[in-house]
């Protein structure tokens, strides 16, 4: 799944994937239940991707962490998001050992946990920058006839109405 695909909201529980994009608003599914939202241009919302978590070194991209998450866990246990607060701390730890806890609080840990939680039953896994070639050959192909619709539309107005109603036929 593409990291840039995933968001939070401020004040929502849980993740969200964008399915539509506009100027005023954005469409999305929560990860959650897979109920559909419009939420306004205005709403706080955080990238997955543009996310990273502070180290003692230099800070990493919460899509790297995600995926080390994911590759350390395998088929075993997630720690309980609701659980101790220690627990979580040491699942963390074992993953990232350079995280600095000066800077990363429980909450963030908790939160971390829980957006993996989420990502790991959506089957997200592996998180990618972009698009693999597979998945850019089928947005292409689909996306064909409309931008071609939309081409000739604009070569001639007339034309496209003809054709459109034809092809409805």
Do not use: C
Request: no cysteine; glycine share 4%.
């Amino acid at each position: 799944m593409i990291i840039q695909e995933i968001i939070a909201i401020a004040g929502k529980p849980g993740l969200y994937r964008i399915l539509v994009t506009n100027r005023s608003n954005l469409v999305v599914e929560s990860m959650l239940d897979q109920k559909r939202l419009s939420i306004p241009g205005t709403s706080r919302i955080s990238s997955l991707a543009d996310i990273t978590m502070y180290t003692t070194d230099e800070d990493i991209l919460l899509m790297d962490v995600l995926n080390r998450m994911n590759d350390h866990v395998g088929s075993g246990s997630i720690p309980a998001v609701k659980g101790d607060a220690q627990a979580t701390k040491d699942f963390v730890d074992e993953v990232i050992p350079e995280l600095d806890h000066e800077r990363v609080y429980n909450s963030d840990l908790k939160k971390l946990v829980q957006w993996f939680t989420i990502l790991h039953e959506n089957k997200a896994f592996p998180l990618e920058n972009e698009m693999t070639e597979e998945e850019a050959t089928k947005e292409t192909s689909e996306a064909k006839p409309e931008k071609e619709a939309v081409a000739a539309k604009k070569a001639n107005p007339k034309q496209a109405k003809k054709k459109s109603a034809a092809a409805a036929k």
